[in-house]
């Protein structure tokens, strides 16, 4: 079974960058796409950034698009999301997802790490 952990999160000021990374321990093979979601204060988890884990395709939420870049490094079995240029509106719990080849949904998540930004 897949185990996903997010780290790296923090209180940063406007305009500073941060780093997360997503261990994956257990089996990869059957990992189709890792994702990045957020979930603000009083809000539901949002998509934020995808990419595909053999092939490195790439999505972004488009509040995101130019300042947060997904990459994946499949030797570590690691997923890392950079974030420049924050907002105080980035401001949520950042958490790791798994979906599965043939699943139509993220099927495992991480605990989540914090993110606060701010002004």
């Known amino acids: 079974q897949v185990q996903l952990e997010e780290d790296g999160g923090g209180l940063v000021q406007a305009g500073e960058s941060l780093r997360l990374s997503c261990a994956i321990s257990?089996?990869?093979?059957?990992?189709?796409?890792m994702g990045w979601f957020r979930q603000r204060p009083g809000s539901e988890r949002e998509f934020v950034a995808s990419?595909?884990?053999?092939?490195?395709?790439?999505a972004y939420a488009d509040s995101v698009k130019g300042r947060f870049t997904i990459s994946r490094d499949n030797t570590k079995n690691t997923v890392f999301l950079q974030m420049n240029s924050l907002k105080p509106e980035d401001t949520a719990v950042y958490y790791c997802?798994?979906?599965?080849?043939?699943?139509?949904?993220?099927?495992?998540w991480g605990q989540g790490t914090q993110v606060t930004v701010s002004s």
């Open positions: 990419v595909t884990w053999t092939g490195g395709s790439t």
């Open positions: 257990g089996p990869t093979a059957r990992i189709y796409r």
């Open positions: 997802g798994k979906r599965s080849v043939l699943a139509a949904i993220y099927d495992s």
